[in-house]
């Protein structure tokens, strides 16, 4: 079976390539996608339709032209990955995470056990919680088994 696979969230450390090598070791027939994970051509992605003056506003357009790219890979996808990392909050993490839920796509949420009180509500509508990428590397072979 393939599987579509949606990788969201914190974009600091390399949990995103260890899921996806140690899915490769076992040769899954799984389709990755993400947001954009750049920090520059993320923030500057509404600059396309013109330049802002004002970076609430600039800020404003980015975020509706990612949007597009997150709400059609969310939509696409069979399961996402939502990960919470420890340096920053991941605001557009707990909003994916979110959007899984109202459209009943399942997804499986990756952070530490020192946050698991912050992310409850975001835990309890979701279909797994790992705390190591691997725990999601296992998981996803099994759902992507034969």
């Known amino acids: 079976m393939e599987l ?13 390539e260890q899921i996806i090598k140690g899915c490769q070791s076992y040769d899954l027939n799984i389709v990755f996608c ?29 975020a509706k032209v990612n949007a597009i790219r997150t ?9 996402a990955i939502i990960r919470f990392g ?14 899984c839920a109202a459209l009943s796509k399942p997804y499986i949420t990756l952070h530490r056990e020192d946050i698991v009180h912050p ?5 309890a509508a979701a279909h797994a919680w790992a705390t190591t990428p691997m725990q999601v590397v296992e998981t996803l072979k099994y759902l992507a088994s034969k």
């Open 4 to 16: 579509n696979v949606y990788l969201s969230g914190e974009i600091h450390t390399d949990w995103r």
């Open 34 to 62: 993400s947001a954009n994970t750049d920090h520059d051509t993320s923030d500057s992605a509404g600059d396309i339709l013109g330049a802002e003056q004002q970076s609430f506003w600039r800020d404003h357009k980015s």
């Open 71 to 79: 709400k059609t890979l969310i939509e696409r996808c069979d399961i």
């Open 86 to 99: 420890d340096k920053y909050k991941q605001w557009n993490a707990a909003f994916d995470a979110g959007y």
């Open 119 to 123: 992310l409850k509500e975001v835990d």
